[in-house]
């Protein structure tokens, strides 16, 4: 079991990036900011949640300039992978 404040940390992160991704038109470096911080989870616990997390950061610096939007199936991908992180770590915890 993790850490409430732990547990805080990591559910105002996701919570971050799927605002950015409903409410506004972030652009690709918001999102990759918004993301960088769910990497406060432990490597441990959450070792495959990272390992996703690190591959959306690297195909959005890879595809999309520092002040484009994701496309509209970006946005619902990573929407959807954030439900699954989120689901996950509620297993965990």
Known sequence: MIAPSHA???????????DLLLLTRATSKQV???????QVIEEE???EILEEVRSWIDYIK??????SPLD???????????ESWSRKIEEII
Request: glycine share 8%.
């Open 45 to 47: 616990e959450f070792g």
């Open 62 to 67: 890879q595809y999309y300039k520092t002040i």
């Open 32 to 38: 990759i900011d918004a993301l960088g911080e769910i």
């Open 8 to 18: 805080y940390r990591i559910g105002r992160a996701l919570q971050k990036v799927e």
């Open 72 to 82: 509209a199936e970006d946005r619902k991908a990573l929407l959807e992978d954030l």
